[in-house]
């Protein structure tokens, strides 16, 4: 079944060529057609009912289409609709996504250095273990995006809505975050040496076990933020603003908190 599978998605994708994203696009179209029918069967479906039912999922793929990089040229994904494909493992190495609906997209293990997401909507996108050094977020929609073990060098994350978002186990040298919002953000485990939250508001923030040496949170508000198994001695909260609990764990982990605010 698995060949006759197969080679639906071959007639399917026939009309579009050959294009970089193609061998990743149907791998894993192939992977959950395969992974349904065997459900289905399993259900009590003749083979013939699991089959139909089962391409049927598919839907339109000039729909999929819209949103894979295909062609000479990488081509953003088209603004305004949603995006359901899996770009695991995909090159897109300085394409421009810029102002696109990017939501719940899997980009993990991807080449992403240089692209530009600016103002684009990816809430639930997946980047893990993906390449980002360069990579522009600036005003795009990051709730719950997930950003573990990858390279965040020189990102910038500046007014980006960064809600719930995951980033542990990720080098960021040189990322930025000017007028970011980060409420339950997860920054465990990551590298934030030198990086400056300064002026910012820290809500249910997660720093726990996190690289924080000369990382400023200069006149930052610091509302229930975590510091877990963190060094923060060497740390600036010179000017911030924070409730009792953080500061009792600051205050007790050696940080240096003489010119602090108290909510």
């Known amino acids: 079944m698995e060949k006759k599978l197969q080679k639906f998605l071959d007639e399917a994708f026939e009309p579009y060529g050959e294009f970089p994203a193609r061998t990743d696009v149907t791998q894993e179209l192939l992977a959950n057609l395969v992974e ?8 009590g479906k003749s083979d013939d009912e699991a089959y139909q039912a089962t391409i049927d999922s598919v839907g339109d793929i000039a729909e999929i289409m819209e949103h894979v990089p295909h062609g000479e040229t990488t ?9 359901n494909v899996n770009l695991k493992g995909s090159s897109l190495k300085d394409a421009d996504l810029s102002d696109s609906n990017l939501a719940e997209m899997n980009f993990s293990a991807s080449d ?7 103002r684009s909507n ?9 390449a980002l050094r360069g990579v522009s977020f600036n005003d795009s929609d990051l709730t719950d995006a997930t950003f573990s073990s990858s ?15 995951t980033l542990k186990g990720s080098g960021l040298k040189g990322a930025t975050f ?36 000369n990382t ?5 508000i610091l509302r229930n933020v975590s510091f877990h198994h963190t060094a923060v001695k060497h740390a600036i909260f010179d000017g911030s603003t924070m409730d009792k609990v953080t500061f009792a764990i600051l205050k007790s982990a050696k940080a240096t908190v003489n010119d602090i605010n108290i909510l």
């Open 36 to 43: 349904k029918y065997n459900d289905l069967k399993q259900q």
């Open 75 to 83: 081509q953003a994904a088209t603004p305004g609709k949603p995006s």
């Open 112 to 118: 992403l250095a240089g692209a530009n997401y600016d």
């Open 122 to 130: 990816l809430t639930g996108a997946v980047f893990k273990a993906a």
């Open 151 to 165: 390279d965040l060098q020189n990102v910038c994350f500046d007014n980006a809505n960064l809600t719930g978002a």
């Open 178 to 213: 000017v007028g970011a919002t980060l409420v339950d953000t997860n920054f465990s485990q990551s590298d934030l040496k030198d990086i400056s939250f300064d002026d910012l508001t820290l809500d249910g923030v997660v720093f726990n076990s996190a690289s924080l040496k």
């Open 216 to 220: 400023s949170f200069k006149n930052t």
